[in-house]
C-alpha cells in the first residue's frame, strides 16, 4: 500500500514548455486535489475532483488543467509554464468525510 | 466564506518549552477541523483532527480543542522536542454541501526546537 505517489519528485523547465504531473493512489478514495505551496501562501487548491469523471477549479486554476483518468490517477498539466508557476506541487486523495492523505511533493522550477 | 487563520511564525522554542500555535477559523456550516504537520522536503501528515464542537483532538503530546464558541482551534504540546522542528498547519473541511468537501489551510507555522 504506497498511499499517494508523485512523479516526478523534481523538474526544471523552460518558460512556454509543457509538462504533465502525475498522481496516483491505491487508498480507493473518491476525492483527489492538487495544491501547490508558496512561501508565506500556505497550500492553494489548484483542481480538485470529487469523483472520477468530474473535475472542478479551486482557488488558483488559471495556466492549469487536469485529467481524471480512472479512479486512482489524477494529472495536472501546464501548457505553457510561467516562471510565476515555480512552486512545490502536491497531491492528495480522500474518501469521502475522512482524512486527506499528500502525497510527497513535486519541485517545479520554471526559468 | 471558510477560512482559517494561523498565528504566523517562525516559533523558536528551546526543549521542553511549552507550545501553543493558535487557529481561528469562519465556517458557514458545521467543519471538520486538522492539524497537519510537514516536515522538511516531505508531504503534509495528519497530526490530529476533531470533527464537533468540544471534541479534543491528540496524538504525540500534542492536543487540540474545538471551541465553537470562540472558533479557535489551538494546538498546544506541554514539552517539545527537537524532532517537533517542522511546519504545522491547521486546516478545516466543510460539511457536504456540495460534492467536492474542499479543505481550506491556514499559512502555516514554522516551529524550531532548540536543544
Known amino acids: 500500500n504506497a498511499g499517494v505517489t508523485q512523479t516526478p519528485k523534481f523538474q526544471v523547465l523552460k518558460t512556454g514548455q509543457s509538462m504533465t504531473l502525475q498522481c496516483a493512489q491505491d487508498m480507493n478514495h473518491n476525492s483527489m486535489y492538487w495544491y501547490r505551496q508558496d512561501p508565506g501562501m500556505g497550500l492553494r487548491l489548484i483542481y480538485y475532483s470529487a469523483s472520477e469523471g468530474t473535475t472542478d477549479k479551486g482557488e488558483v486554476p488559471n495556466g492549469y488543467n487536469v485529467s481524471r483518468l480512472n479512479k486512482r490517477e489524477f494529472s495536472l498539466r501546464l501548457e505553457s509554464a510561467a516562471p510565476s508557476q515555480t512552486s512545490v506541487y502536491f497531491c492528495?486523495?480522500?474518501?469521502?468525510?475522512?482524512?486527506?492523505?499528500f502525497g510527497p511533493g513535486t519541485r517545479l522550477l520554471v526559468l | 466564506g471558510d477560512s482559517v487563520t494561523q498565528m504566523e511564525g517562525p516559533v523558536t522554542l528551546s526543549e521542553e518549552a511549552f507550545l501553543t500555535i493558535n487557529c481561528t477559523y469562519t465556517a458557514t456550516g458545521y467543519p471538520s477541523l486538522f492539524w497537519y504537520v510537514q516536515y522538511p522536503g516531505e508531504g503534509l501528515q495528519l497530526l490530529l483532527k476533531?470533527?464537533?464542537?468540544?471534541d479534543k483532538g491528540s496524538n504525540k503530546g500534542f492536543e487540540a480543542t474545538y471551541r465553537k464558541e470562540t472558533t479557535s482551534f489551538h494546538l498546544e504540546k506541554g514539552s517539545v522536542q527537537v524532532s517537533d522542528s517542522a511546519v504545522y498547519f491547521c486546516a478545516l473541511s466543510d460539511m457536504p454541501l456540495n460534492t467536492g468537501n474542499q479543505f481550506y489551510f491556514g499559512t502555516g507555522t514554522s516551529l524550531t526546537v532548540i536543544p
Open positions: 476533531a470533527t464537533k464542537a468540544d
Open positions: 492528495a486523495s480522500r474518501y469521502y468525510q475522512e482524512t486527506q492523505y
